[in-house]
């Protein structure tokens, strides 16, 4: 995950958009929110991962019990029956946004139903709470919360290091929580209610990523860092006695105390120079294993060693894979094998170039093998296969030159471990996904190789930025931190790519030409190459534009309802606007550079603008922008604002501050003047969806506080009257970025998060079902086809299908059937929805590219599963009509 990720929910801080509730006079006139609109279903539309996972945390006593930590998306159990992770923490609510971010989990080993998290995202200001340890006794289930006298930081440097918090095996009312920023390390004897510090704990760290940083977040002091018990000292219902603690301090990383935490030292003769990243301690043999790198992480690491301390002697042993002057890395990702305590793995985890590496030991640490070793530079073996066809888009559509591959083995590899009761599987974080193995011991066989798959359904990690739900083709169209967006053309299956030509580090905003959706533009953050991109088939291709000159970021984008014009305002340079795609760029007048711009849903020639309190509008194109004689609106730049489709002028705008005007305005002239709504107390997102059943006018949906009620509401009449749609156990922290309905299903609603991914909601009133895919279309006249082969690996494989109409007439729809010689099945598919009974399967289209005019061609893809000889299809069927191939 890149470093974009905390972009999101900070922008909007920095100008007050989380400040709280308006002034009391504005809320003694707001009536009580109308209770929930009726029974909502809530579900991620999926991608599968799309963070940084910092935190993988097994449970030492009941089988198949494990959690994983994220770094802004919360904290999840794993379901050993699907396979899957279930969120735990989707109860935090917008006041305490910053409880999304998790910097230490711990499970119980004595009584497996408790599970405790600490939380908090930021310890700067950036974060307006103080962090809290949550605590559970029905395994996340529920939570009772104990804030804590200071901040937490689950999105700061050093987040891979831990756990930081730990209960004690042998007293489990006993809890250490090791604090940042100098607040040392912390005790609980009563189960986590209440929480002291060790005021005999002599050192709460001293190391900084950059001290000079003056926004407090690289310059803040990573302090306590994770916390060991050596379970060998006492017994059940006391205390342990021997307990190990590591600080961010180079000079002094590891101390021990051996009456309880009564007393601590430094641990005498231990390496300096190092941040101790894990310790984890094999009790059976009676050593502890330290994971060192030169710097805090997740992103740095240039030096690392691995050393294992004899707990009995106080012997010390370098036990590094490799001679320090061979690294370029740190180590961090640590883990012993429970079943057989003298296998050992750690992680390369900075090893950005060419991949990460994961190192094994069977003896202690004496000897290690790699998960990849070079044959003869650039050439690689590796010790694994890797199988991402439940997530093809974590090959990035990439084409490295070697010793680079794709998918990578993974990056930021700071969580690794051994299930405890099974030898055999592991689990390891990386900055996009969970991969994980079944059959980890083919590693020790000669030639064996080890299975990598992800194992990640269910954890969904992505910052979105902004959504939109075009009226035909695919349903949602997401702009998301670090991995740029997906085009969802099903919710319930994972794209098979994210947008590519360019993919940009993260999209920051996006839009639909109206009257025709196929057209879409997209800007968005890059290193090196365009800040705007666009698409002619409905964001299934993309194709980059030219940047103005000055662009350092994507800022936002609107286009015309008919797709002929764009106006942009990208970061670093005024607002632009353009006629075609974006190959050339004219500044616009009249408007201030970083304005918010969107466009008429209507009138291809009106754009619409906001900068610090006014409102502007061109009808021309962009090329000129008037400020509107509208007064009473926000007066910062936390302001989202949407035209009404199909009405032209009509147009609404949410945002505000605690200490200025907050809420949700209504223009049904084109922004000339706008409405305060009455009762709505704060709104900070807007959105549209299909009427209701009876009504003439869109339902509206908001991210809003209404009655003092903090949620996420929809009105079928206008806004004269709300309800609330979510409940408090669905709440994704901060959901200030987007909100968008569903043109053609009533009631559906999709929701942006700061970390949980798209949450899309549908509704159970009655009111309107999704339309589905349809009849299958019945084209006819003839047609060719051809059928490629593009990637293959073990056990899988990708194809490319050209399908093209080389008869007289336009086809309006179109399905293609085949069966398989072998024992091939489809897994995902792209461009087309599908259906197979055996080995016969079928193909057809989706809503956007249903036409096919004579002489045109449509294109999609998909991976497979396959094992033998991956022998194509002989035959093709258009209908009835056999295809020719080509």
């Not at 997102?685 to 809003?704: I, N, R």
Request: proline letters at 6%.
């Amino acid at each position: 995950m890149r470093r974009t990720r905390i972009l999101t929910v900070l922008l909007a801080l920095a100008a007050g958009l989380l400040a709280g509730s308006p002034p009391g006079a504005l809320a003694a006139e707001t009536p009580k929110a109308a209770a929930t609109a009726d029974s909502y279903t809530w579900k991620n539309a999926r991608v599968d991962g799309g963070g940084f996972v910092p935190g993988i945390v097994f449970n030492r006593t009941e089988k198949d019990l494990a959690y994983a930590r994220t770094d802004i998306g919360g904290a999840y159990r794993w379901q050993e029956e699907s396979h899957t992770w279930t969120p735990l923490l989707d109860h935090v609510g917008w006041d305490d946004w910053g409880h999304t971010g998790v910097v230490s989990v711990a499970s119980d080993p004595v009584d497996p139903d408790r599970v405790y998290a600490a939380v908090g995202t930021y310890t700067n200001d950036w974060d307006p709470t103080n962090g809290a340890v949550l605590r559970s006794a029905d395994r996340g289930a529920s939570w009772e919360k104990t804030d804590l006298p200071f901040k937490l930081g689950g999105n700061m440097p050093g987040r891979g290091m831990g756990e930081r918090l730990a209960v004690d095996p042998h007293d489990n009312d006993v809890l250490y929580l090791g604090a940042p920023s100098g607040h040392g390390l912390w005790r609980s004897t009563d189960a986590g209610v209440t929480w002291s510090e060790v005021t005999a704990f002599p050192n709460p760290g001293n190391y900084a990523q950059d001290p000079s940083d003056t926004s407090g977040y690289a310059s803040d002091n990573q302090g306590i860092t994770w916390v060991t018990f050596d379970e060998s000292t006492g017994g059940a219902g006391t205390a342990t006695g021997t307990v190990y603690v590591g600080v961010a301090d180079k000079e002094n990383a590891v101390y021990r105390s051996t009456d309880a935490g009564a007393t601590w030292e430094r641990l005498a003769g231990q390496p300096t120079g190092y941040l101790a990243h894990k310790g984890v301690l094999d009790a059976e043999n009676g050593y502890l294993y330290l994971a060192y790198s030169d710097t805090g992480g997740p992103y740095d690491g240039g030096k690392g060693r691995l050393y294992r301390y004899a707990t009995a002697t106080g012997t010390w042993t370098d036990i590094s894979p490799a001679a320090e002057a061979d690294t370029y890395y740190g180590f961090s990702g640590l883990t012993v094998d429970r079943q057989h305590p003298g296998t050992v793995m750690a992680t390369a985890y900075s090893s950005w170039w060419p991949d990460t590496q994961i190192f094994r030991s069977t003896d202690s640490g004496a000897t290690w093998s790699q998960a990849w070793n070079y044959t003869s530079y650039p050439d690689r073996e590796n010790r694994y296969t890797m199988d991402v066809s439940s997530s093809p888009w974590l090959t990035w559509d990439a084409n490295p030159t070697p010793p680079e591959q794709t998918p990578k083995l993974g990056w930021m590899t700071e969580a690794l471990e051994i299930d405890p009761f099974d030898s055999d599987r592991m689990m390891y974080g990386t900055g996009a996904t969970i991969y994980g193995t079944e059959d980890l011991t083919n590693w020790d066989e000669a030639g064996g190789t080890f299975a990598i798959e992800p194992m990640v359904r269910g954890l969904e990690e992505t910052a979105v930025n902004d959504l939109a739900s075009p009226p035909s083709g695919a349903p949602l169209l997401s702009a998301l931190g670090d991995v740029g967006g997906f085009r969802h053309t099903s919710l319930t299956e994972v794209p098979p790519m994210m947008y590519t030509s360019p993919n940009f580090t993260s999209t920051t905003s996006l839009d639909f030409a109206e009257t025709k959706p196929d057209v879409v533009v997209r800007a968005g953050n890059l290193d090196s190459g365009p800040h705007i991109a666009f698409s002619t088939d409905n964001g299934a291709n993309w194709f980059g534009g030219t940047d103005p000159s000055g662009v350092s970021g994507g800022g936002t984008v609107a286009a015309g309802a008919d797709g002929s014009r764009f106006v942009w305002s990208p970061d670093g340079t005024g607002v632009q606007y353009t006629t075609g795609f974006g190959t050339s760029w004219q500044a616009s007048t009249g408007i201030p550079a970083g304005a918010i711009v969107e466009s008429d849903r209507v009138d291809p020639a009106t754009f619409y603008g906001f900068k610090s309190g006014k409102f502007y509008v061109s009808t021309d194109g962009g090329a000129t922008f008037t400020a509107s004689a509208a007064t009473g609106l926000p007066a910062g730049d936390s302001v989202r604002f949407k035209a009404l489709p199909g009405v032209e002028g009509d147009v609404w705008l949410a945002g505000g501050a605690a200490d200025g005007p907050y809420g949700l305005w209504h223009s049904t002239d084109g922004g000339e003047t706008f409405t305060k709504l009455p009762g709505v107390d704060a709104a900070d997102t807007v959105g549209f969806g299909k009427a209701a059943p009876g009504a003439s006018y869109q339902t509206l949906f908001t991210s809003a506080e209404i009655g003092g009620v903090r949620g996420i509401f929809r009105s079928t009449d206008e806004g004269a009257t709300w309800a609330r749609v979510n409940d408090d156990a669905h709440q994704w922290g901060w959901t200030g970025a987007a909100i968008t309905g569903d043109p053609r299903v009533y009631g559906r609603v999709y929701v942006a998060t700061n970390g949980r991914g798209v949450i899309y909601g549908d509704t159970s009133d009655g009111g309107g079902t999704d339309p589905g895919p349809g009849p299958d279309p019945t084209p006819t006249g003839a047609c060719e086809v051809s059928y490629t082969v593009t990637n293959q690996w073990s056990g899988g494989f990708q194809a490319d299908v050209r399908l093209t109409n080389t008869g007289t007439s336009a086809w309006n729809g179109w399905t293609l059937g085949w069966s398989f010689p072998g024992d091939q099945q489809v897994t995902q598919m792209w461009n087309a929805e599908h259906t197979r009974t055996g080995t016969t399967v079928t193909a057809k289209n989706v809503g956007w590219n249903s036409g096919v005019a004579p002489g045109a061609s449509v294109n999609f893809g998909f991976t497979g599963t396959q094992s033998g000889t991956n022998s194509q299809p002989t035959s093709f069927q258009l209908g009835t009509e056999v295809c020719t191939r080509r």
